[in-house]
């Protein structure tokens, strides 16, 4: 039980996660990419932040759960133990609508409304990708794979501006 304000509760934890920027994608949190799946305050101020990676090979996950027990004991915390697990498998369904227009804004092509089952399996190289300066698409891919192996480079026709699309996983 937490008792008083000086220690740490859930929505507490949930807040100050939710300050973490994604490493691959800075202007959103690591809430907002959907990869915090639990958060347990347990006695004697004992944390466990549950994570489900994002790509492979993309957010460094060490590098995830260093910055999570650093901000946690800042504030905190005894104890900080994170925990990974891989089932379900994170997918960009779980981006949420805030963090998807952030990356638009930041002209960084969310992954688009028709990425499903399909799309995951065979790829979205031949759909159109709208583009996040103007709007438009009229896009071609350059490249598989941007400045992460999550985002492809495109290119847009309409504003004669390349673009990084975080790709449907
Ligand atoms: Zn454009």
């Not at 004991?73 to 089932?87: C, P, T, W």
Request: charged share 25%; with cysteine.
């Amino acid at each position: 039980m937490v008792t008083t304000g000086a220690h740490l509760t859930r929505k507490m934890v949930w807040n100050l996660l939710s300050e973490i920027p994604d490493p691959d994608i800075p202007v959103i949190s690591i809430t907002e990419l959907g990869i915090v799946r639990d958060v347990e305050v347990l006695q004697d101020d004992k944390i466990v932040v549950t994570l489900t990676p994002s790509y492979s090979g993309c957010p460094a996950m060490q590098l995830f759960k260093e910055d999570i027990k650093a901000v946690l004991r800042q504030y905190g915390a005894k104890e900080v133990e994170v925990k990974i697990i891989h089932s379900p498998a994170w997918t960009t369904d779980w981006l949420s609508k805030e963090a998807k227009e952030k990356m638009r804004k930041h002209g960084i092509a969310p992954p688009e409304d028709w990425c499903g089952t399909a799309v995951k399996l065979f790829g979205d190289a031949k759909r159109k990708i709208t583009c996040p300066h103007c709007g438009k698409q009229d896009t071609k891919l350059t490249s598989q794979f941007g400045s992460t192996p999550c985002k492809a480079l495109w290119f847009c026709n309409g504003c004669n501006q390349p673009f990084e699309y975080f790709k449907c996983y």
